[in-house]
Nanobody, 115 residues
Framework: VQLVESGGGLVQAGGSMRLSCAAS????????MGWYRQAPGKQRGLVAI???????NYADSVKGRATISRDHAKSTWYLQMDSLKPEDTAVYYC??????????WGQGTQVTVSS
């Protein structure tokens, strides 16, 4: 499975962004899709995940501001975030987990929120 993120960039505080993660390869094996982020000097942490059944989970820091969704036909999932804050600045990574427990990561996309 290969993952390619897109949609990062520079956003003003209070603005919105939409990240996309396009999967290719054995996408039929993916049962959990997610977004993680890593700010400078910090560990990579969960932003949001969604299962193949549509169950979602969000980090407390983004609840109410983030929405994760997926398009099975396109093997793509998305992260919509609104009311962005400077502390949302990070490299955002998409992650896929297969039914066999294999984990795949995208290359990451930089999101910078200016105050």
């Amino acid at each position: 499975v290969q993952l390619v993120e897109s949609g990062g960039g520079l956003v003003q505080a209070g603005g919105s962004m939409r990240l996309s993660c396009a999967a290719s390869g054995s996408t039929f094996s993916i049962n959990v899709m997610g977004w993680y982020r890593q700010a400078p000097g910090k560990q990579r942490g969960l932003v949001a995940i969604i299962t193949s059944d549509g169950i979602t989970n969000y980090a407390d820091s983004v609840k109410g501001r983030a929405t994760i969704s997926r398009d099975h036909a396109k093997s793509t999932w998305y992260l919509q975030m609104d009311s962005l804050k400077p502390e949302d600045t990070a490299v955002y990574y998409c992650k896929a987990e297969s039914i066999l427990g294999r984990v795949y990561w995208g290359q990451g996309t930089q999101v910078t929120v200016s105050s």
